[in-house]
């Protein structure tokens, strides 16, 4: 059997796409995890986001695949739709499958007839969901005992019972399949990048995550010896940095330091390491661990700062892996010891934080963006946004917040719920504004890491950056509004990525693409 397996080609507006492109791992995963007799393809789109009809055409094409697969967020739902159509259109015998948050938490969004509809769907961890719906078409057996799965039965939709979380330990996954991706280009700031996984789930409820909507409250591993496999079959395909995909790591700090050493042991710490982490794990354990993690490799460290006021703290319930504790006792935020465990041992803060919270006013997105200014190497800072099944979602609701429902803007820093002060507009304007200064100061260490890279790309950087600034912004001859405004529009523009026009879509460049794998 024939399969290709899409991922979308809409990304995040942090970073440019030339800057930093991953690699979906959930793709190379299923592929792995299907009988290996298959011919499996893996696309990651985001390779190709200025010729994205183009690409699933060549692929469609060449493949002739008997199963289309396609990996979903919340706000790549509507071109994840045109793409099923374009894909029904080109060869309607396929069958299609989508998974990932967005179908496991509104399935209903796809159940509709519509040209583009899902034949599956596949709800919560799709390894052994997939490779049981391949194994359903091959037999022709039929679905209807495939836990995790809602299915098209002509026109009536069959909902199976969910499919248990699985332990990892001990298990039955294989490895990813890296092999089987035909699209080239991933990077990280000029390193070949890959993804690797080492444990699945967190035992928080965040109100503002997907996480435990998703599977529940739990955290599962995977051996130290297979993730150091995974690392080398990355390292295999080319890859020089690695960013470690968990949930949450830091959960289990000494599983995480046996890591650690582990990696230095098997002399895999010459690759370059992104990580997640919790404030209180890195501010309570810093004195040993982030030496460590240093001599392990890891470069990159993804802070959940997510507020520096106690109170939208609360309101994101997110205070009690921000405290910091000595002798069993809470002595505050662990914020700034996280950050100065982590500076002090050469590693870069990539701060998250969240803005534009129920009760926020410009002095309290103020004190976070100044906070971010001083303190984080390189800022992640989002607005909160109403994810399907999350508890924030239905408190937004509640309040009357939410100020759109194009769920193509839900992407994280397009500000789609106003506070109880601000629009939402004034609150994406705060923050673009002052965030586009902070990156731009994490340059000198980007030029310091791959020099060669930021000389060939500073100025696609810096376009994606300042991009709806003109030459009256920078004279000051308007109003910064006036640029927020193009920007917007800009913003508005790239989103549609199956447009005849992909080529004229500003700041991405085309990658090469690999040959279909055998």
């Not at 094409?61 to 259109?89: C, H, N, W, Y």
């Not at 591993?221 to 790591?249: M, S, W, Y």
């Not at 992407?411 to 004034?426: F, K, W």
Request: with cysteine; hydrophobic share 40%.
């Amino acid at each position: 059997m024939n399969i290709l397996l899409l991922s979308m080609p809409d990304s995040f507006e942090h970073m440019p796409a030339v800057g930093i492109r991953m690699p979906n791992g959930a793709l190379t995963s299923l592929a792995g995890n299907v009988d290996p007799h298959h011919r499996v393809a893996v696309a990651d789109l985001i390779l190709a986001q200025d010729r994205v009809r183009r690409t699933v055409c060549r692929l469609v094409g060449d493949l002739k695949p008997d199963l289309v697969g396609l990996s979903i967020m919340t706000f790549q739902r509507r071109t994840a739709t045109r793409v099923m159509e374009l894909v029904r259109s080109l060869r309607p015998e396929a069958r299609l499958a989508v998974g990932g948050y967005d179908p496991s938490l509104a399935p209903e969004a796809y159940e509709a007839s519509s040209p583009g509809r899902a034949d599956f769907i596949v709800r919560g961890e799709g390894e052994m969901t997939f490779r049981d719906i391949v194994r359903a078409m091959e037999t022709g057996r039929g679905y209807g005992n495939i836990a995790g799965l809602t299915y098209r039965d002509g026109d009536t939709v069959r909902r199976n019972p969910d499919r248990p979380v699985g332990r990892l330990r001990g298990g039955d996954l294989r490895l990813p399949k890296r092999s089987a991706r035909v699209l080239r280009g991933y990077t990280l700031l000029g390193r070949p990048v890959d993804v690797v996984e080492t444990s699945r789930g967190c035992t928080f409820d965040c109100s503002f995550c997907s996480i435990i909507a998703m599977r529940g409250r739990n955290f599962h591993t995977f051996e130290v010896e297979r993730v150091l496999e995974d690392i080398r079959d990355a390292r295999a395909h080319g890859a020089r940095a690695v960013f470690l995909v968990d949930d949450n790591l830091t959960l289990d700090v000494r599983r995480f330091e046996a890591l650690c050493r582990a990696i230095i042991d098997a002399k895999l710490n010459t690759l370059h390491y992104l990580v997640q982490a919790m404030t209180s794990s890195i501010a309570n354990h810093g004195e040993t661990l982030a030496p460590l993690m240093r001599r392990a490799g890891f470069r990159y460290v993804f802070l959940g700062i997510e507020n520096v006021l106690e109170d939208d703290l609360e309101f994101l319930r997110a205070s009690s892996k921000n405290r910091e504790r000595r002798n069993g006792h809470t002595v505050g935020n662990a914020t700034l010891a996280a950050i100065d465990h982590l500076h002090r041992n050469k590693m870069y803060v990539v701060g998250g934080l969240i803005v534009g919270n129920p009760g926020d006013t410009h002095e309290s997105i103020e004190a976070n963006l100044e906070f971010a200014r001083r303190h984080v190497d390189w800022p992640y800072i989002q607005h909160p946004t109403p994810y399907p099944g999350t508890p924030m979602t239905a408190d937004f609701r509640d309040r009357g917040l939410i100020v759109s429902e194009r769920l193509e803007e839900y992407d994280g820093t397009t500000a789609v719920v106003r506070s109880e002060h601000l629009t939402a507009e004034e609150i994406e304007f705060q923050r673009w504004r002052a965030e586009r200064w902070m990156k731009v100061r994490h340059m000198p260490a980007v030029l310091r890491q791959s020099p060669l890279f930021l000389l060939r790309h500073w100025h696609g950087m810096l376009s994606h950056t300042y991009r709806g600034r003109t030459l009256r912004t920078i004279l000051g001859l308007e109003e910064e509004r006036a640029a927020f405004e193009r920007y917007r529009a800009i913003r508005r523009a790239e989103r549609d990525y199956l447009d005849e026009g992909d080529l004229a879509n500003a700041g991405r460049r085309p990658v090469p693409a690999g040959s279909l794998p055998v």
